[in-house]
């Protein structure tokens, strides 16, 4: 559909490329070992996993900072699943968490074999609204911050996806045409109407297979990247 149109690929790295929920889990399971908490992971991972997305989304349109994110994330999950721990307790994990999760290295179904196939014919670009203390650590040990051309983040941009300006200074900082550029990723309204609204042809992975929309075409897969590329 777009092999004859598209110069630039920008991706979004978290639950499109980085297993998030793999990795976050495995962070997780390392930290409550090494602290000794008797805990049911699988019951823990799942309230995070939920309160996690809730948190971000409050993170993404600027109504709590960063530092309340990661504290208040932890926070409500524990009192979710009624497991009492110390505020000092919940910034010590905070920090561990953040010092670990890059530590851990798997993709999503395909990943590497996609950004194996588009390398040599496109150019390659993440934009993130991730942390950009922990971006390259992510990158490197998942083996994958060497097909990328440009990374930008939330943080080198001062503002996060949708806001146009994030996907305007990837533009800036690539050389790329919006009309000649694919932007991939799993959030429909940070990635996909994000990068819509300026022009960028859009992609929507919804790996969980949730979503329907008339946007754009969704993907459930990221081996069907190929049938677009």
Known sequence: MYKNQIVDVFFDLYHTLWDFEKNSALTFEKLFSYYKID????????????INRE??????????????LRHQRLRTTFDSIEYSVSPDFIDT???GYIEHLGSFDHLLPHAL???EYLKPKYRLHIIT???QEIQDKKMTNAKIKGYFDQIVNAEMAGVKKPHPLIFQMALDRTGAEPQRSLMIGDD??????GAKALGFNVLHF??????RHDH?????????IKAYL
Not at 39 to 48: E, G, T
Not at 216 to 224: A, F, G, H, M, T
């Open 39 to 50: 805990i049911n992971l699988p019951n823990f991972i799942k309230a995070y996993s939920r």
């Open 55 to 68: 948190y971000w989304k409050l993170y993404r349109e600027g109504n709590i900072q960063k530092e309340e």
């Open 93 to 95: 994990l905070a920090d």
């Open 113 to 115: 074999e996609i950004l």
């Open 129 to 131: 609204n991730g942390f």
């Open 188 to 193: 429909l309204e940070a990635d996909i109407l």
């Open 206 to 211: 919804n790996q969980d297979n949730t979503s």
């Open 216 to 224: 754009c075409d969704i993907i459930n897969d990221l081996y069907e």
